[in-house]
């Protein structure tokens, strides 16, 4: 059962040289106690997707499409019922835990906040439960630490904080953007053990955005891969490993360090080209300059996104095995 079912989704800015497309006709669903992964490079609109959806971009932006959730489509709820879901039903962790969080006041204050918002408590009551998420997320000495200030923490602790937050109403959607970026590794398998825990005690469902492949191999149950605001691939965790089908797909997991690779092996693969700007997209499939299977039909059509195996779906008029051949 779908607790998002997302369909159509576009957004696009107004600038001074006229509309540019962000997202472009995005549809996916979340199911519950589900780990979405969605993976892409910088820019290729990940964050804006799910911005958009809690209608957390300026005004400059234009959003069409549905999105609904608990029977009512949060892209034309109006503000006053949006600003209840925000936080309590759907909760979202944002990428930067330094500059996310106030740094002028203390973190029992801002997790306390959200507590007497949405749920009314006392603060005698918000404190007690500011303590019981600190401990949930796995921060040593919460009683300690629930008087501290932002810049008193770690960057591990913060991001825990930011989750801590957002956890506070046990909201049925957590959305993760970025959670483990600029964290060690022994830290980023910290946040991602929290992720697993979270998801089996409170039957939370999760989305994870993130460009670190590893990461969603490591918690995801299915995967969205993106492209220039467009999806490019959608497949089980397994099935995208073991068989991508786009050209972009195969790129990015060989850009994947491995242990133990060839010893001759100095430099990791990449996807030759960068992203291109979304004011200035190629007629065609946008992946065309940098795909080594790009023909005329590539480079003038835009390939729908069809089904090429049972719920594998890719958008690509050469699909197949010889996406791993990217280098």
Known sequence: ???????????????DDGYVHAVDRLSFTL???????VVGESGCGKSVSFMSLLRLLPETAVVDGRAEFDGIDLLRVP???????????????????MTSLNPAFKIGNQIGEVLRRHLGLSRRDARRRTIELLDLVRIPAPDRRVDEYPH????????????????????????????????????????????RDIRERLGTAIVLITHNLGVVADVADRVIVM???RKAEEASVHELFAQPQHPYTGGLL?????????????RLREIPGRVPSLAELPRGCAFAPRCPCADELTRNEVPELREVRPAHFVACFHPGPVAEEVA
């Open 1 to 15: 059962m779908s607790v998002l079912d997302v369909q159509d989704l576009s957004v696009r800015f107004d600038t």
């Open 31 to 37: 199911g519950e106690r589900e780990v979405l992964g």
């Open 79 to 97: 503000q006053s019922r949006l600003r209840r879901i925000r936080g309590r039903d759907i909760a979202f962790v944002f990428q930067e835990p």
């Open 152 to 195: 008193q923490l770690s960057g591990g602790m913060r991001q825990r904080v930011m989750i801590a937050m957002a956890l506070a109403c046990d909201p049925k959607i957590l959305i993760a953007d970025e959670p483990t970026t600029a964290l060690d590794v022994t830290i980023q398998a910290g946040i991602l053990d929290l992720m």
């Open 227 to 229: 492209y220039a605001g």
């Open 254 to 266: 060989g850009a994947v360090p491995r242990p133990g690779g060839a010893a001759g092996q100095a």
